[in-house]
T-cell receptor, first 111, second 113 residues
């Protein structure tokens, strides 16, 4: 079955810096890769997603890149702000099976 | 505006006392999921309904059951909660199963004493 690895587990940056979170997946059949942000005690919220026919997608300060050959995808946050502090989960969808989550990255943005 | 609603938001129960958590959605989505999330971990899928078709995960304990009486509602029943069932329970929906966005509800925080 699909296995998703996520790194780093924790990431501390200064406000205004960029943050990058990386995920690798094992199943070449995976074709949908969402990223969720979860603040403490709240629901996971989709912040961006990418499908396997696209290499990069941007939404304001957030971007995701996908390398199908290497089976990895990354989340890039530019000009980080304290409100970006949260746990971020990547996930992969290997066809008609369950969404497989990474282990999460705790991002702390210090003012 | 709320699209996926969960009740109650907080539930305290005693060891072994059955508990039911509810989820409703206004999106008319075909798929409803139940996840268990423990502190600092990723959500763990318990089961999902594709319309009326129930799909259990292989490692979901028999203690956990679910009902979906109609498109809008789905329930999670924990027949005999143990201390290890203390967790956040998240309901999610998606339009279809094929790589569709999942929308999460606010969750029910369950404490088993």
């Amino acid at each position: 079955g699909e296995n998703v690895e996520q790194h780093p587990s924790t990431l501390s940056v200064q406000e205004g810096d960029s943050a990058v979170i990386k995920c690798t997946y094992s199943d070449s059949a995976s074709n949908y890769f969402p990223w969720y942000k979860q603040e403490l005690g709240k629901r996971p919220q989709l912040i961006i997603d990418i499908r396997s026919n696209v290499g990069e997608k941007k939404d304001q300060r957030i971007a995701v890149t996908l390398n199908k050959t290497a089976k990895h995808f990354s989340l890039h946050i530019t000009e980080t702000q304290p409100e970006d502090s949260a746990v971020y989960f990547c996930a992969a969808w290997p066809g008609f099976q369950k969404l497989v989550f990474g282990t999460g990255t705790r991002l702390l943005v210090s003012p | 505006d709320a699209m996926v609603i969960q009740n109650p938001r907080y539930q305290v129960t005693q060891f072994g006392k059955p508990v039911t958590l509810s989820c409703s959605q206004t999106l008319n989505h075909n798929v409803m999921y139940w996840y268990q999330q423990k502190s600092s971990q990723a959500p763990k899928l318990l089961f999902h309904y594709y319309d009326k078709d129930f799909n259990n995960e292989a490692d979901t304990p028999d203690n956990f059951q679910s009902r979906r009486p109609n498109t809008s509602f789905c329930f999670l029943d924990i027949r005999s909660p143990g201390l290890g069932d203390t967790a956040m329970y998240l309901c999610a929906t998606s339009r279809d199963r094929g790589g569709e966005t999942q929308y999460f509800g606010p969750g029910t925080r369950l404490l088993v004493l």
